[in-house]
C-alpha cells in the first residue's frame, strides 16, 4: 500500500521559513517523480514544484522561485520543500504526490497523494 505523510507545518510570521517533509513508503521511491502542490480555501489545487528521480532536474511554479528548494534524500525515501521568505499569500494545504518516472507540473498526472500540511502565514 503506497503511503505520503507529510509533516512541518505551522504557523509562522511573513518572512518566515518552514520545512515540510514527505515521507513515502509502499513503492520504489528512486523510481518516482516528486512534487508538492498547494490549495488554499476555496481555490484549486495548485502545482508548487517537483524534482526528478535522481534530483537532477527541479521545476517551480514562478510565484515561489527563488524562495522554496524542493530536494530528496532517496536513502530516506523522503521529499522536502524548503520555504524561506514567506508571504501570507502562501497559507494552504500542502500535498506532496508521486508518479512513475517522468516530472510534470499537471495535478491529473500523479497517482500517488498524501493527506497533506497545513502552513498559516500571518502578516
Known amino acids: 500500500q503506497v503511503q505520503l505523510v507529510e509533516s512541518g507545518g505551522g504557523l509562522v510570521q511573513a518572512g518566515g521559513s518552514l520545512r515540510l517533509s514527505c515521507a513515502a513508503s509502499g513503492r520504489t521511491f528512486s523510481r518516482d517523480a516528486m512534487a508538492w502542490f498547494r490549495q488554499a480555501p476555496g481555490e484549486e489545487r495548485d502545482f508548487v514544484a517537483a524534482i526528478s528521480l535522481s534530483a537532477g532536474y527541479t521545476s517551480y511554479a514562478d510565484s515561489v522561485k527563488g524562495r522554496f528548494t524542493i530536494s530528496r534524500d532517496n536513502a530516506k525515501n523522503t521529499v522536502y520543500l524548503q520555504m524561506n521568505s514567506l508571504k501570507p499569500d502562501d497559507t494552504a494545504v500542502y500535498c506532496c504526490?508521486?508518479?512513475?518516472?517522468?516530472?510534470?507540473?499537471?495535478?491529473?498526472?500523479?497517482?500517488?497523494w498524501g493527506q497533506g500540511t497545513q502552513v498559516t502565514v500571518s502578516s
Open positions: 504526490a508521486a508518479r512513475p518516472v517522468v516530472i510534470s507540473r499537471d495535478r491529473s498526472e500523479y497517482n500517488y
